[in-house]
């Protein structure tokens, strides 16, 4: 069903939802879908150097003992 939309569909559904809700109310709600997008790609850069962190601190010594004097 959604397939059949095409561009004139699309158009009309934007009018009434501007329509419906006004411009001001769209402009301030998309503001807030583009802090939440910000946020949780901030979530997944700081997870993800969480995690590099934890797997450099666990990484072992693999240097022989006899090798470990020298350095």
Not at 22 to 31: D, Y
Not at 37 to 65: C, H, M, R, W, Y
Request: glycine share 12%; hydrophobic share 40%; proline share 3%.
């Amino acid at each position: 069903m959604l397939n059949n939309i095409g561009l004139p569909g699309i158009l009309l559904i934007a009018v009434v939802v501007l329509v419906l809700f006004g411009r001001g109310k769209i402009s301030s709600l998309m503001g807030e879908v583009g802090k939440g997008i910000t946020s949780f790609k901030k979530g997944i850069n700081e997870g993800t150097a969480e995690l590099e962190q934890d797997a450099s601190e666990e990484a072992k010594d693999v240097t022989p003992e006899a090798d470990k004097d020298k350095a």
